[in-house]
């Protein structure tokens, strides 16, 4: 069966980088847009961008150019959001979530559980 | 970016009653719209896609309904289990964007 395995908590200080995974197992990689979502404490969603593992072509919110950088690794199935320059505005869950095949299927029917990013001082 | 407003922010219902959420887009979406349920300290799961399919798995109580801009969520026969955050989101366009929820609770 489909899942999405994500990386644990993190607690990073503010300036820094840090860099969360999802490990997907039970379909093909390669096929499948992976996309990244924030939502923070009491918060709404935000979608961040996709990667698309067979080749690498990624997409972002242009309000997260320069924050979030998406990246893949085929050899392992998984896909990684690395988030720079951090302040406590980007403290938030994180979740990879996997869109449904098919060019108009613009939402996600898999889901990661989520990565708590903690950042302070 | 298409502006999804959703409405009620939160709202209490007894078991076994009907209750609809709705969601109205800052444009016309064509039916692009999924709804998710999020239960407290859990990720989304979806709903509904298309505006009105049934994922599968999910009861058929829930159902969706819209088109245009103005959308909805309805659930018949409220259970316990539905208590839970409820999202909409568009994909008719980038960026992708998502409604703010809806907290479902029982009376």
């Known amino acids: 069966q489909v899942q999405l395995q994500q990386s644990g908590a993190e607690l990073v200080k503010p300036g820094s980088s840090v860099k969360i995974s999802c490990k997907a197992s039970?379909?093909?990689?390669?096929?499948?847009?992976m996309h990244w979502i924030k939502q923070q404490p009491g918060n709404g969603l935000e979608w961040i961008g996709w990667?698309?593992?067979?080749?690498?072509?990624?997409k972002y919110n242009q309000k997260f150019n320069g924050k979030a950088t998406l990246t893949a690794d085929k050899s392992s199935s998984t896909a990684y959001m690395q988030l720079s320059s951090l302040t406590s505005e980007d403290s938030a869950v994180y979740f990879c979530a996997r869109r449904r095949l098919g060019a108009r299927y613009w939402y996600f029917d898999f889901w990661g559980p989520g990565t708590m990013v903690t950042v302070s001082s | 970016d298409i502006r999804m407003t959703q409405s009620p922010a939160s709202l209490s219902a007894s078991l076994g009653e009907t209750v609809n959420i709705e969601c109205l887009a800052s444009e016309d979406i064509y039916s692009d719209l999924a709804w998710y349920q999020q239960k407290p300290g859990k990720s989304p799961q979806l709903l509904i896609y298309?505006?009105?399919s049934l994922q599968n798995g999910v009861p058929s109580r829930f159902s969706g309904s819209g088109s245009g801009t103005q959308y909805s969520l309805k659930i018949n026969s409220l259970q316990s289990e539905d208590v839970a955050t409820y999202f909409c989101q568009q994909y008719n366009n980038y960026p992708l964007t998502f409604g703010s929820g809806t907290k479902l609770e029982i009376k």
């Open positions: 039970g379909y093909t990689f390669t096929s499948y847009d």
């Open positions: 990667i698309y593992p067979g080749n690498g072509n990624t």
């Open positions: 298309n505006a009105n």
